[in-house]
């Protein structure tokens, strides 16, 4: 467990790239049985895998999944029904882009715009808050995504909001989901890739607990290629040691106790709390609950959510056939669901993984993307 | 989302800092930092929030990934997020 282990790479050195291909070919022979699976859980890493096009060079023994990594997709139905509910009442929605075209159980943000009601998308929570500030009608900004935009929420929290604002809170907290996959029945995840910039919040230090609980090892990475292949060959040499640690391969933005400063705000305004994550299960303190300090701007107990209605509208038969629960589990990739490509694509989503440009389906769509290409 | 965009610090007044996004002079808030920003420092943005002080050594590593993306068109999913990631800071004031 070192802050040492990475070392500076550079973004296209083509002699280290096929360097770190055979050592990863090298340490996926030595484990000595197939496959090998692996999980990462960023939708940035993905991104890069499929861009770059990493996975067709990947030994064919290694399999590389994308677990719960995309914070628009993993938002659950029912908090899309209250935002959805909330929009139809009458009260202004602000969200990050992805958001609006997620389904709920029955409609999405974009479906209650087109109904008239008002959607703002936002980049950041300011804009937000900014808009609020205008009037004094009230604003809803439907919080959702990881510890990196939740530090966000909190940071705009406590430097003030003005009364007509209200946060509908849908963060979720990474850890913890990680010990709900590895505890599924028919996990074969032997190792995790943990995501660079969620780790500079949170600190590489703060898997070490999980390490010793599951004895799956962790590395944590970078976004370019190299980070992730350079990688990937020390966790496959763990997994080949039998060794479970954590290393941390991006040291130039992840410490051991990570951002102290804004995990301080994390946590002086929010609490974590169980909840469902979307297709995946009920995880124990995976999702981020506003403090009872901050009930007066917390929308679930300012307006009485009016979810009613949605129970009059049956999810579409498609949706019913959606398997991105068990894609965002590692179970199964979008090359094993009926829809991918045909009736899901990124201009008529069925599901979220569909919608979001980080979502495991739509970066495979995007990118062409295949299971494994040395096997076509 | 959690790809995050570095920028070049110009200015610093109080908690917003304005910053020399490969061009783009954009504003960005500072409460979440973790060590002091000064003029002439990297930060790595993230939805309008700095969320680290990027250590010389790797700035220029950490800027050759983006110079290359910023090159490609906003169709490319990871070009599109940090375009997004620009639009999260704040429009530049006159000072």
């Known amino acids: 467990m070192s802050d040492q282990a990475g070392r500076e790479l550079k973004f296209r ?69 209250e935002a959805v509910a909330l929009a ?35 980049y950041s929570i300011d804009q937000a808050i900014a808009t609020a500030r205008e009037s004094a009608e009230p604003m809803v ?11 966000a929420t909190a940071a705009a929290v406590l430097a003030g909001t003005p009364p007509n604002f209200f946060v509908l809170s849908a963060h979720k907290y990474i850890p913890p989901v990680m010990e709900i996959v590895c505890e599924m029945p028919g996990s074969r995840i032997e190792g995790f890739i943990a995501a660079g910039h969620a780790a500079t919040i949170t600190g590489w ?26 990688a990937l060959v020390r966790l496959v040499e763990m997994i080949r040691d039998r060794r479970a640690a954590v290393e941390n391969m991006f040291p130039r933005c992840v410490t051991r106790e990570g951002n102290l400063v804004a995990q301080r705000q994390l946590w002086q305004v929010f609490a974590p709390a169980g909840g469902r994550w979307r297709g995946i299960a009920h995880v124990p303190n995976g999702n ?18 009016d979810l009613a209605r949605l129970w009059d509208e049956a999810p579409s038969p498609l949706s019913q056939q959606c398997v991105c629960g068990d894609i965002m589990s590692g179970l199964k990739t979008p090359a094993d669901c009926p ?30 993307e295949q299971t494994c290409l040395s096997r076509v | 989302m959690c790809l995050g965009v570095p920028g070049f610090v110009v200015e610093v007044d109080g908690n917003m800092a304005l910053v020399d996004f490969f061009g783009a002079y954009r504003h960005v808030r500072l409460e979440l930092v973790d060590q002091p ?59």
Request: proline fraction near 5%.
């Open chain 2, 37 to 95: 920003v000064a003029p002439g420092d990297y930060i790595l943005n993230h939805v309008g929030y700095a969320i680290r002080r990027i250590p010389e050594e790797d700035i220029e590593g950490t800027l050759e990934m983006y110079r290359q993306l910023l090159r490609e068109a906003d169709d490319d999913l990871m070009a599109g997020d940090v375009r997004a990631e620009l639009k999260a800071t704040g429009e530049r004031r006159d000072v």
């Open chain 1, 205 to 230: 230090g703060i898997f070490e607990a999980f390490v010793a609980r599951h004895h799956v090892p962790v590395v944590i990475a970078g976004f370019e290629p190299l980070d992730i292949l350079a």
């Open chain 1, 13 to 81: 050195d083509r002699g280290q790239g096929a360097g770190l291909s055979a050592a990863l070919a090298a340490a996926v022979a030595a484990v000595g049985r197939a496959p090998v699976s692996v999980m990462h859980v960023c939708g940035s890493h993905e991104q890069a895998i499929a861009r770059f096009g990493l996975r067709a060079g990947f030994p064919r023994d290694l399999h590389v999944i994308m677990g719960p990594g995309c914070p628009v997709c993993i938002t659950d139905q029912p908090e899309v029904d």
């Open chain 1, 141 to 151: 900004f439907f919080a959702t995504g990881f510890e990196t935009t939740a530090v």
């Open chain 1, 339 to 368: 829809l991918f490509g045909a009736e899901c694509v990124p201009d008529t989503p069925v599901g979220a993984c569909m919608v979001s440009t980080e979502g495991t389906c739509r970066i495979w769509r995007e990118y062409g």
């Open chain 1, 88 to 122: 139809r009442q009458g009260v202004r929605i602000a969200t990050y882009g992805d958001m609006v075209r997620v389904p709920g159980t029955s409609a999405s943000l974009a479906d209650a715009q087109a109904e008239g009601a008002r959607v703002d998308v936002v």
């Open chain 1, 288 to 305: 981020l609950r506003l403090l009872d300090r901050w009930a007066h701007l917390d929308a679930r107990r300012h307006f009485a959510i």
